[in-house]
């Protein structure tokens, strides 16, 4: 009996396997999955029934675009190999798909999921666009017709801004890190807006845009950046995290641009507005300093003694008016008054002159001038006459008689 020893045997059937299955595909649910710090990956693929251990090294592990996890279905392209250590055979995988889909459209939706949960698509962190961005920063190809159509499309919406190309790659494996350096490059020189993008192509071609580096190039940029990467129907990692997504290169020019049309439109009807506004103000301005003026003719000197003039006027007016009312009261009240004082007068006059007629008749009936009775003079001391019985011894008196004045001495006074 010939004997082998246990490495021999393990080396027998390591050839035997590997020369056999040399390439197998094998479809299988992924489960214990293992990403050494090596870069391998080890993993155990298993269905209902039994499971087979699988190693992918790190050369083929790099080149996969989408992440392992627990639970996945796949379909691993290997070759079967043995452990000889342990004796163990294993699925040495040169390549990994996803059951049922594409591995790059997995490795979007893993990548998706992941920064949606990160917080690199919320709405509340995005940055505005400026209305008027007059320095625009392209990142894209020098010589792809994205370029181009940017350039037409601000030339006829927009002429004053100015367009600054940062030249990268947009396919490709070296894509991604072309991609974010032109950001980073750009994001350091203040420009108001960074536009990345390129024309349409295929998955694979626009794949630069769907890396976690660029994603965070992107959501860690300081200015506002446009996605535009493809045609209407891509969506792509960076449209979700850029602050606002083009559907085209073309259309993001349209979207971050104002219309020079419109805006000479616009600068017509402010200027007529302008012209409305400004005559509306000076109308007002003419009304008011018509106010103004009015108060102040009415508040001035001039005028406030032209008003109290007036007022006198008024008031001569009103008091002549009612001195005249008065006036005439006083006169209706006064004709009959006149009237009976007239009366009155007329008969104490007529009262009076027969009281001195009579007096005057007896006046001059005691005149001794008029009297022609003999032994009867009249006697007056001062010129006015005395009674006899009034005279004392030494008076002297006058004796007035129709003819003659004696002048006389009282001798004696005998009483009788």
């Known amino acids: 009996m010939n004997t082998i020893t246990v490495s021999t045997l393990n080396e027998q059937i390591k050839g035997l396997l590997e020369s056999t299955f040399v390439q197998v595909y094998v479809e299988g649910e992924l489960s214990r999955i293992t990403h050494h710090n090596s870069g391998h990956i080890y993993f155990t693929l298993k269905d209902s029934g039994s499971s087979i251990s699988g190693v992918m090294f790190r050369g083929n592990a790099s080149k996969l675009k989408f992440r392992l996890e627990e639970g996945l279905k796949v379909v691993v392209s290997g070759g079967i190999t043995l452990y000889k250590p342990r004796g163990s055979y294993q699925i040495n995988a040169f390549n990994i798909e996803p059951a049922g889909q594409g591995a790059l459209a997995l490795a979007f939706e893993q990548l998706k999921a992941k920064l949606s949960a990160q917080g690199y698509f919320a709405p509340e962190i995005k940055k505005v666009m400026p209305s008027y961005p007059k320095n625009i920063a392209l990142v894209t190809s020098a010589t792809g017709a994205a370029l181009q159509d940017m350039q037409r499309v601000a030339a006829q919406r927009y002429p004053l801004a100015r367009l600054y190309v940062y030249d990268t790659v947009v396919q490709g494996e070296h894509a991604a890190p072309s991609i974010v350096n032109a950001l980073q490059a750009a994001d350091t020189q203040n420009f108001d807006v960074i536009v990345v993008g390129r024309g349409g192509g295929s998955i694979e071609d626009l794949w630069g845009f769907n890396e976690e580096i660029v994603a965070d190039a992107i959501f860690n940029a300081k200015t506002p950046i446009v996605s535009a990467v493809g045609h209407e129907i891509d969506w792509l990692i960076s449209d979700f995290v850029a602050d606002l997504r083009a559907p085209t290169p073309s259309a993001a020019m349209e979207m971050i641009l104002p219309d020079q049309n419109e805006l000479l439109q616009t600068l017509d009807v402010l200027t007529e507005q302008m012209q409305g506004s400004v005559e509306q103000k000076l109308y007002h301005a003419r009304e008011t300093l018509k106010h103004y003026r009015s108060a102040y003719e009415q508040n001035s000197i001039e005028q406030r003694i032209k008003n109290r003039l007036q007022e006198i006027g008024?008031?001569?007016?009103?008091?002549?008016?009612?001195?005249?009312?008065?006036?005439?009261?006083?006169?209706?009240?006064?004709?009959?008054?006149?009237?009976?004082?007239?009366?009155?007068?007329?008969?104490?006059?007529?009262?009076?002159?027969?009281t001195l007629v009579t007096l005057r008749e007896a006046m001059q009936s005691q005149n001794p001038r008029k009297r022609s009775k003999k032994g009867y003079a009249q006697i007056t001391q001062n010129n006015q006459l005395v009674d006899v019985n009034s005279l004392d011894v030494d008076e002297v008196v006058e004796i007035l008689s129709d003819k003659k004045r004696i002048r006389a001495r009282v001798e004696d006074v005998t009483t009788l």
């Open 314 to 354: 008024q008031l001569k007016e009103r008091f002549s008016m009612s001195v005249s009312y008065v006036l005439e009261g006083k006169e209706r009240q006064i004709l009959p008054l006149s009237e009976n004082i007239n009366r009155t007068f007329s008969s104490a006059l007529m009262q009076k002159q027969n």
